[in-house]
């Protein structure tokens, strides 16, 4: 196989590399750029139980994405988390009412309050429903110089009427990107969904249920291992670029009032 030859920049040792790291990038804006610093990642961490908000995607009197993320929640109880679960009945259409609305005011608190979120769908027309979209979409990017989800971690599933699917959990993968949280890479699709409770609306024993467990504690873990350095975690050159240029116009504006 012929070796691609690279330019000799990039083959010069790390120890000569790293002195110079702007050597050549004469695109980069030098007071804005960072290098990686691993120390900024070992901060102690925090000791209050892990923050997980639940959101599902049905309002059927027996959900059984609802009847799922129950179940996601006492486990994470179990394993030291602090879950809350939002209930969307009574959530208005993204638009079709104020962001004042109580509903939208609960949403958004349990979205600013959470350090990680579940998100759990049925498949409907081989996508997620519009219930849990509209609660996604009443969530903003951005509350003032707050972002809601950015850094946070996220678990997706979704619970099938026939056979296993991904379509739903897929879509939310998307979503959680766009929305700029850390989806973990485990997730969990429920086949035949109404065989996998019991009359008290208890999972019951089967992979599908071991798959949960696998989700919840890859979700937990990652939670702890990232809520308290997220804000370096997404902290990005072309923000800080961003942020100082509109600062400077601001500063400029002012003095030629």
């Not at 485990?186 to 409770?197: G, L, R, T, Y």
């Amino acid at each position: 196989m012929k070796k691609i030859a690279l330019p000799m920049s990039v083959r010069k040792p790390v120890s000569q590399s790293v002195s110079k790291p702007l050597e050549d990038l004469p695109q980069v804006r030098p007071e804005h750029f960072r290098v990686p610093d691993p120390s900024r990642l070992l901060r102690p961490h925090s000791a209050h139980p892990p923050r997980i908000l639940l959101l599902y995607g049905s309002l059927r009197p027996r959900s059984f994405s609802r009847l799922l993320v129950e179940e996601a929640a006492r486990l994470l109880q179990a394993m030291g988390a602090e879950p809350r679960m939002f209930h969307p009945g009574g959530l208005p259409l993204p638009d079709d009412a104020p962001d004042t609305h109580p509903k939208v005011q609960e949403l958004r608190e349990l979205a600013q309050w959470s350090e990680g979120m579940v998100w759990c769908s049925p498949e409907r027309h081989g996508a997620m429903t519009g219930i849990l979209k509209a609660q996604i979409d009443w969530i903003p990017l951005s509350a003032g110089a707050v972002r809601p989800t950015q850094g946070k971690t996220l678990a997706v599933m979704q619970v099938c009427g026939g056979s296993q699917s991904f379509n739903a959990v897929n879509q939310m993968r998307v979503l959680g990107r766009w929305m700029r949280m850390v989806t973990i890479p485990n997730q969990a699709s429920v086949a035949k969904a109404f065989q996998e409770f019991d009359d008290n609306d208890r999972m019951q024993p089967s992979s599908y249920h071991d798959r949960l467990v696998d989700v919840v504690e890859e979700l937990v873990k990652f939670t702890w291992l990232t809520r308290d350095v997220s804000p370096y975690l997404v902290d990005r050159y072309s923000e800080r670029k961003e942020s100082a240029e509109a600062l400077s116009q601001r500063v400029n504006l002012t003095r030629s009032v």
